[in-house]
């Protein structure tokens, strides 16, 4: 009977080492094959690496239709509504306010025809707190505070915080760029301001 214990406790551990050495050799498989799957397509090695038995990516199946690109006739377009109150009405005059002939001023009129063109603005708003500072009748000097969350010598606020976050966490962004964006916010806002003046 110890015999037999013995027995199954050797054939026990030899079965656990049979598993431990196939559980590498499965690794070691997945290593490999990873490896061979790799090419000048999805990794960064060069095309003459590239195996010369392996099979091109398949072309597309497509079949051309014979269609000029882009929209084709009848389509229903596709268009921006007009907004109902914009935030300015810019009034085109006339390139003459004096009569030819007459030498009397043209009475015009507003035509129903409009244009709206939809522009962006984007504005950098700097808040500048201070504190003060008084003695009382007492003879003991007293200071305001600032507000919680004001803590360094220059920060953003809530809103320049979330730009932030937008541009590098969803935009994917890198962070030298975003920080140069925000830095020169006003600069470009200026020239943004000077090129877009035409359109009021």
Same mark, same amino acid.
């Given at each position: 009977? *110890?015999?037999?214990?013995?027995?199954?406790?050797?054939?026990?551990?030899?079965?656990?080492?049979?598993? #431990?050495?196939?559980? @590498?050799?499965?690794e070691?498989?997945?290593?490999f094959?990873?490896?061979?799957?790799k090419?000048?397509?999805? $990794?960064?090695r !060069?095309? !003459?690496?590239?195996?010369?038995? *392996?099979? !091109? !990516?398949?072309? $597309?199946?497509?079949?051309?239709?014979?269609? *000029? +690109?882009?929209? @084709?006739?009848?389509?229903?377009?596709?268009i921006?509504?007009l907004?109902?109150?914009?935030?300015?009405?810019?009034?085109?005059?006339?390139p003459?306010?004096?009569?030819?002939?007459g030498?009397?001023?043209?009475?015009?009129? =507003?035509?129903?025809?409009?244009?709206?063109?939809?522009?962006? =603005?984007? @504005?950098?708003?700097?808040?500048?707190?201070?504190?003060?500072?008084?003695i009382?009748?007492?003879?003991? #000097?007293?200071?305001s505070?600032? +507000?919680?969350?004001?803590?360094?010598p220059?920060?953003?606020? +809530? $809103?320049g915080?979330?730009?932030?976050?937008?541009?590098? @966490?969803?935009?994917?962004? +890198?962070?030298?760029?975003? #920080?140069?964006?925000?830095?020169?916010?006003?600069?470009?806002?200026?020239?943004?301001?000077? $090129?877009?003046?035409?359109?009021?």
């Amino acid at each position: 009977m *110890k015999r037999l214990r013995e027995r199954v406790a050797e054939q026990a551990a030899i079965i656990e080492g049979q598993t #431990a050495t196939i559980e @590498q050799m499965h690794e070691c498989i997945q290593e490999f094959e990873a490896r061979l799957a790799k090419d000048s397509h999805n $990794s960064s090695r !060069p095309p !003459p690496s590239d195996s010369p038995f *392996k099979k !091109p !990516p398949p072309r $597309s199946r497509r079949q051309p239709s014979g269609r *000029k +690109p882009g929209g @084709q006739p009848g389509r229903r377009g596709v268009i921006r509504f007009l907004v109902d109150a914009p935030d300015q009405c810019m009034i085109i005059p006339l390139p003459g306010d004096l009569c030819v002939r007459g030498g009397t001023e043209i009475a015009t009129t =507003v035509l129903a025809e409009r244009r709206p063109v939809v522009e962006v =603005v984007i @504005q950098r708003e700097v808040i500048e707190y201070r504190i003060v500072s008084r003695i009382c009748a007492c003879g003991r #000097a007293q200071r305001s505070t600032f +507000p919680a969350g004001i803590e360094a010598p220059v920060q953003y606020g +809530p $809103s320049g915080s979330a730009v932030a976050v937008y541009m590098t @966490q969803y935009q994917l962004l +890198p962070y030298q760029h975003t #920080a140069g964006v925000l830095k020169s916010w006003p600069a470009w806002r200026s020239h943004w301001i000077r $090129s877009s003046a035409p359109y009021g």
